[in-house]
């Protein structure tokens, strides 16, 4: 276990940015065993179709920890006006190509082409975004051996610093295809008690005042207030909101107050450097599972 920093009122900070180069590392080790032992390089392969800025930047630092890691990169940029053809078609060639072991499509695509469509086409065994409908499945069946990377970036969190979450009330507040939904069936395989809250919510503090385990993924600002946070609970925050923070400025924030909730929160994630800091180093142990399966080898221990 980490020993974990204190905030001044006494929440312990969760510190996602330690945690991710930890797993960072035992990753790197597991690659080497593997490109030595079978001679297997991961392959990773990204896909961008336009140029916003904030997809280029997650890509570009995908593509740079894949290096890092021992990794082979693949990357393909299209333009914005590609048609859903052409981006299928690139789906299908990196489906078909034996040096890619995980192929992640950055999302939103632009309105001519149908997520669905792409995610439909996508090969479950390289979807390390697990995305499509059968890795889905697969989770709420209990057998998923590639998981949404942000959930479960937050269950190694939180088996670092809560440990055992057996009968624990755990309350998250978001139903995304992305996070929320598998972050439920994470928890609730781990055996917590799991209520799923959205906007059509009723009484939300109170839910919340009950929750041992609060997890926000909803997109607002500082929505998730310190009096709703159950005294000694574990909060994750998983939101990232920019703020206008004067002078021409902007910073990035949470779902939840952070300063209120850390007074009576017994740990708590901060943004940035909470459960964010764990998604990409989640996505290169998705990519090192596929490639291990692809293989037909036991899963590596991560
Ligand atoms: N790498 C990362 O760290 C990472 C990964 C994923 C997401 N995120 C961040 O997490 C946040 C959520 O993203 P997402 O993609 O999971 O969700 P999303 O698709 O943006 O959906 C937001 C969810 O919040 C719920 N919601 C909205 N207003 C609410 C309210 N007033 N009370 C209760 N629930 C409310 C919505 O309910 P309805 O379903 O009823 O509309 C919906 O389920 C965003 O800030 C995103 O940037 C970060």
Known sequence: MTAPSS??????????????????????????????GHGITPGLATVLVGNDPASEVYVRNKGKTAEALGFRSFHYAMAAESSEAEVLARVAALNHDPAVHGILVQLPLPSQIREAAVLELLDPRKDVDALTATNAGLLVSGRADLVSCTPAGMMLL??????????MNALVIGRSLLFGKPAAQLLLAANATVTMAHSKTRDLPDLARRADILVAAIGRPLFVKGDWVKPGATVIDVGI??????????RIVGDVDYDSARERAGAITPVPGGVGA???????RNTLIAASLQAGLQLPAL
């Open 278 to 284: 764990m998604t990409i180093a989640c996505l290169m």
């Open 7 to 36: 905030a001044p009122f006494g929440a312990k900070v969760i510190d996602g940015k330690a945690s991710a180069a930890a797993l960072r590392q035992r990753i790197a080790a597991a690659t080497e065993q593997l490109k030595s």
């Open 241 to 250: 909101n920019r703020i206008d923070a004067g002078g021409g400025k902007t």
């Open 158 to 167: 939180l088996k670092e610093y809560a440990g055992d979450i057996a009968g």
